[in-house]
């Protein structure tokens, strides 16, 4: 089993910047990509950034350029600087993880963290 504990949101304006941070730990040998996903109200959730262990990595073409996926993995750690935020960002942001290489949903979730773009 594999826990996820998300932080680093919060409210901000449009233009801004945030930086999520996201902690694993138990089997985490286990894990091979680590990422993010987001759902706003109303709409399905939907990958935002993915990185796996060999530090290739993906994006969702509407946060290209602004937001940006790393990973400590001797800490099991995962970032995502996001950066130029826009109101459509605001969303529940998810910490993702598993076994799979890059384009699978991993089975272990964090809790969640908001992300609030607004003036």
């Known amino acids: 089993q594999v826990h996820l504990v998300e932080s680093g949101g919060g409210l901000v304006q449009p233009g801004g910047s945030l930086r999520l941070s996201c902690a694993a730990s138990?089997?985490?040998?286990?894990?091979?990509?680590m990422g993010w996903y987001r759902q706003a109200p109303g709409k399905q959730r939907e990958l935002v950034a993915a990185?796996?262990?060999?530090?290739?990595?993906n994006y969702v073409d509407s946060v290209k350029g602004r937001f940006t996926i790393a990973r400590n993995n001797a800490k099991s750690t995962v970032y995502l600087q996001m950066n130029s935020l826009k109101p459509e960002d605001t969303a529940v942001y998810y910490c993702?993880?598993?076994?799979?290489?890059?384009?699978?949903?991993?089975?272990?979730w964090g809790q969640g963290t908001q992300v609030t773009v607004s003036s």
């Open positions: 993702n993880a598993g076994p799979d290489d890059l384009g699978y949903r991993g089975p272990y």
């Open positions: 990185m796996n262990s060999g530090g290739s990595s």
């Open positions: 138990g089997s985490i040998f286990s894990i091979r990509t």
